[in-house]
């Protein structure tokens, strides 16, 4: 039962090198079955970690050495991290809170130059497409979607150019 507290808490049990060897590798493979589980979706990875935990746990326990005190030992571990993440957490989510404050600070000064440095509009008639413009727009759209054997807008089809320097004299 010990095992389902986290993983790995089996080992703990273990009194022997086998079971410690087996305990740091579990730790050592958890941050790439969960990297594997965010990255790629792969949920299970954990799980079987988790369930190869205890089966290792039970093996490695089937010896006459078992440490009686490792239900102590694994709920310290199991408390003990979970005050450290709620403490790194909440020195992070203070960090983060600094930095809002002092960007919430910069940011209307730097609003007030921007909008210093900020011209106005062109009026609505400045801002059209005249209809050459828009004419020469069609014409490139209707260049770039006709078909690939259709050369019924260009002026030169050489599908071989006769200037620059050919190859083989280089």
Do not use: H
């Not at 009194?15 to 060897?21: E, K, L």
């Not at 290792?56 to 239900?71: E, L, M, N």
């Not at 509009?121 to 209707?142: G, M, N, S, Y």
């Amino acid at each position: 039962m010990l095992s389902l507290l986290f993983p790995g808490a089996g080992y703990i049990a273990c009194a022997n090198v086998s079971g410690a060897i087996s305990f740091m590798i579990t730790w050592a493979a958890m941050p790439l079955c969960l990297l594997v589980w965010f990255g790629a979706g792969g949920v299970i990875f954990p799980l079987l970690l988790w369930a190869s935990s205890v089966g290792g746990a039970y093996a490695s326990a089937a010896t006459d050495s078992v440490f009686t005190k490792a239900d102590i030992v694994a709920t310290a571990i199991w408390i003990s991290s979970i005050v450290y993440f709620n403490r790194s957490s909440a020195q992070e989510r203070a960090r983060g809170n600094l930095k809002r404050a002092e960007r919430n600070r910069y940011l209307p000064e730097e609003l007030q130059r921007i909008e210093a440095q900020a011209q106005p509009a062109d009026p609505d008639d400045e801002r059209e497409l005249t209809l050459d413009e828009l004419r020469r727009v069609q014409l490139i759209f209707d260049m770039g979607l006709q078909g690939i054997d259709d050369f019924s807008n260009f002026t030169i089809i050489d599908p071989i150019p006769a200037r620059g320097p050919k190859i083989s004299a280089l």
